[in-house]
């Protein structure tokens, strides 16, 4: 079955960096595309960024771009996101999940790991 495990946040000051990891098992990883997401106390879960299944094309959010980088190693199941400049609004847990097709193929179930908390603060 498919699993996903994030790690990596922590608290940092602003201006900080992190980088997150989060290691899937139980699919094909390389013929999927991947997505981070992130949930702030009393706000929608949004879209972070999200890579490709080969690593070729990468998108993120406005507030992100040119902050965070995402990346994988198929070789290593795990896709990365490179946190720098980290600001206090950025304070949310973390989570990655698969390209929505594999949902679908999955009769609608929603794949997420247990997240990582990531917290900027002075």
């Known amino acids: 079955q498919v699993q996903l495990v994030e790690s990596g946040g922590g608290l940092v000051q602003p201006g900080g960096s992190l980088r997150l990891s989060c290691y899937a098992s139980?699919?094909?990883?390389?013929?999927?595309?991947m997505r981070w997401f992130r949930q702030a106390p009393r706000k929608e879960r949004e879209l972070v960024a999200v890579?490709?299944?080969?690593?070729?094309?990468?998108d993120y959010a406005d507030s992100v771009k040119g902050r965070f980088t995402i990346s994988r190693d198929n070789a290593k199941n795990t896709v990365y996101l490179q946190m720098n400049d980290l600001k206090p609004e950025d304070t949310a847990v973390y989570y990655c999940?698969?390209?929505?097709?594999?949902?679908?193929?999955?009769?609608?179930?929603?794949?997420w790991g247990q997240g990582t908390q990531v917290t900027v603060s002075s």
């Open positions: 139980g699919f094909t990883f390389g013929f999927y595309a």
């Open positions: 999940t698969t390209d929505e097709v594999l949902w679908q193929l999955n009769g609608g179930v929603e794949y």
């Open positions: 890579i490709t299944s080969a690593g070729s094309r990468t």
